[in-house]
């Protein structure tokens, strides 16, 4: 069985909605919009971790003004017990300050905290839309040395994914692989959560992805649990991140 863990989007009262639907001690990994900031994103982690989560709010390159502003990040997840923080390099235009891409907030992390705090950075199984395969294969390959863990953009096929370990594997890159895999979310909330956070990307981004991605699209309940299984089934994968876009009620069990 996989170790699953969660993403959420820090929306007013969604720390109660996971103190509700999740028991205490799950992970719990918070996403950092642009239409929220980083602040919002570290405020969330923070109460989570109060409550006994183990928080993991995610750090946009281009969100962080400075190497102080990222200093002070870094200072008061520390106070509030949390040891592991996601880093990218975000999509924004440009950037709000000193840093542009996540290589550079990888490394500064990593030298701010003393190696204390694990870092997390993202895989694309199928690519990105504004950065070729190459250059992504270099990146991780320069953050390696300082990261923890890879976490997978969201992905429908099993055989996408592990296809895309092997080839990591193949490039030298070493780091233990989780899944990003869609939750139980209907349509409704999809559409709702576009229309007040902008995630509206998000959706045409799943719309382009096959049968299963347009059954969630067009209304049906998407039920990863076929997939998490085909997951676990071979070799390569070592955890699931599960993205609930904040639809907590039908988590896979």
């Known amino acids: 069985m996989l170790a699953t863990r969660v993403e959420i989007i820090p929306t007013d009262g969604i720390v109660d909605v996971v103190n509700s639907a999740l028991p205490a001690g799950s992970t719990v990994s918070i996403t950092c919009l642009p239409h929220h900031g980083v602040e919002s994103t ?146 409704a909330k999809l559409i709702s959560l576009a229309s007040r956070i902008g995630v509206g990307a998000s959706l045409k981004f799943l719309s382009r992805k096959g049968p299963l991605a347009r059954k969630l699209i067009l209304g049906e309940r998407y039920a990863p649990d076929a997939l998490i299984q085909e997951l676990a089934a071979r070799p390569g994968v070592e955890g699931i991140q599960l993205y609930t876009f904040n639809s907590l009620e039908a988590l896979p069990q």
């Open 42 to 187: 570290v405020r969330t982690a923070i109460k989570l971790s109060e409550l006994g989560f183990v928080a993991v709010p995610h750090i946009v390159a281009k969100c962080v003004e400075s190497q102080e502003h990222l200093s002070g990040i870094l200072g008061d997840c520390a106070a509030a017990g949390i040891t592991e923080v996601f880093a990218i390099g975000g999509d924004a235009p440009r950037a709000a300050g000193a840093y542009s891409t996540g290589v550079e907030l990888v490394r500064d992390i990593a030298e701010l905290s003393g190696g204390s705090m694990s870092v997390g950075v993202a895989g694309y199984p199928e690519g990105h839309p504004s950065i070729n395969g190459l250059q992504l294969m270099d990146a991780l390959l320069e953050k390696q040395e300082f990261a923890g863990k890879i976490v997978t953009q969201m992905c429908f096929s099993a055989e996408t994914i592990h296809n895309y370990v092997a080839l990591l594997r193949k490039e030298g890159v070493t780091l233990p692989v989780h899944a990003g895999v869609a939750g139980a979310v209907p349509k």
